[in-house]
């Protein structure tokens, strides 16, 4: 059924469909053989943006990938390429993608969704959208458990299980990192903190501030980085 499609799809005849170069069928068959085996990454043309979800284009398909402001606000515009690592989620009555910009960002989502009880896909989802995943290493390394509850559908016991249960792999296997744009100290932290009861939405706050930590440097001081964010 599969080859008899394709025949007729990619005759040269107008009147059987659109034709398709050698190209594209190879294309194609890549795409229908992605739906039988579980996807690593993807790479393709970024066709649309949407405020939790992208569509990348291969072949003439259309991948629909959902994934976190954090993510989303670095992207390139559309009809760039653009690559994203995946996380499959498979159930009864759902096919979902997840994508993520480092392999390191899509195994974290993995772990929150496998080690804290009540924390699916979704809730996941907007916990990375509310921080970037080295201000949520750095709030769940430091027990901030405030923070945490700044994001959408975390309460307080769900935020005192999440650092329970991923405390010990921040500290280990998903250490805070030490380069530019990390977590680097308290100021960070306390300068979110600042701005989130000024008003400012914790996406905005920890935009705002990670900018602030690329533009002024590692060792900015919280009271630097919220009137670099209050100029911004």
Same mark, same amino acid.
């Given at each position: 059924?599969?080859?008899?499609f394709?025949?007729?799809?990619?005759?040269? #005849?107008?009147?059987?469909?659109?034709?398709?170069?050698?190209g594209?069928?190879?294309?194609?068959?890549v795409?229908?053989?992605?739906?039988?085996?579980?996807?690593?990454?993807?790479?393709? %043309?970024?066709?649309?943006?949407?405020?939790? =979800?992208?569509?990348?284009?291969?072949?003439?398909?259309?991948? =629909?990938?959902?994934?976190?402001?954090?993510?989303?606000?670095k992207?390139?515009?559309?009809?760039?390429?653009t690559?994203?690592?995946?996380?499959?989620?498979?159930?009864?009555?759902?096919?979902?993608?997840?994508?993520?910009?480092?392999?390191?960002?899509?195994?974290?989502?993995?772990?929150?969704i496998?080690?804290?009880?009540?924390?699916?896909?979704?809730?996941?989802? #907007?916990?990375?959208?509310?921080?970037?995943v #080295? %201000?949520?290493?750095?709030?769940?390394?430091?027990?901030d458990?405030e923070?945490?509850?700044k994001? =959408?559908?975390?309460?307080?016991?769900?935020?005192?299980?999440?650092?329970?249960?991923l405390?010990?792999?921040?500290?280990?296997?998903?250490?805070? %990192?030490? %380069?530019?744009?990390?977590?680097?100290?308290?100021?960070?932290?306390?300068?979110? =903190?600042?701005?989130?009861?000024?008003?400012?939405?914790?996406?905005?706050?920890?935009k705002h501030?990670? #900018?602030?930590?690329?533009?002024?440097?590692?060792?900015?001081?919280?009271?630097?980085?919220?009137?670099?964010?209050?100029?911004?």
């Amino acid at each position: 059924m599969m080859q008899k499609f394709l025949i007729l799809e990619t005759s040269s #005849n107008p009147k059987n469909g659109r034709s398709y170069s050698f190209g594209q069928i190879i294309d194609l068959w890549v795409g229908f053989l992605c739906m039988a085996f579980m996807l690593s990454y993807i790479e393709g %043309t970024l066709v649309e943006v949407g405020l939790l =979800h992208v569509i990348i284009g291969i072949g003439g398909l259309g991948y =629909h990938i959902n994934a976190p402001l954090t993510v989303i606000e670095k992207l390139p515009k559309v009809g760039n390429v653009t690559k994203l690592y995946l996380s499959e989620i498979i159930r009864e009555d759902q096919h979902d993608l997840y994508g993520f910009l480092s392999k390191n960002d899509r195994d974290f989502f993995e772990l929150m969704i496998a080690r804290v009880s009540g924390i699916g896909p979704k809730i996941a989802l #907007n916990i990375m959208s509310r921080l970037s995943v #080295n %201000t949520l290493k750095s709030a769940i390394f430091s027990r901030d458990t405030e923070l945490l509850k700044k994001c =959408h559908g975390i309460g307080k016991k769900t935020a005192e299980r999440i650092v329970i249960e991923l405390g010990d792999k921040v500290d280990s296997a998903f250490p805070v %990192t030490q %380069t530019s744009g990390a977590i680097p100290s308290d100021a960070v932290q306390d300068a979110i =903190h600042a701005l989130i009861s000024l008003g400012y939405k914790p996406t905005e706050a920890d935009k705002h501030v990670r #900018n602030g930590l690329a533009k002024i440097g590692e060792s900015a001081s919280s009271e630097e980085l919220i009137k670099y964010a209050l100029k911004s």
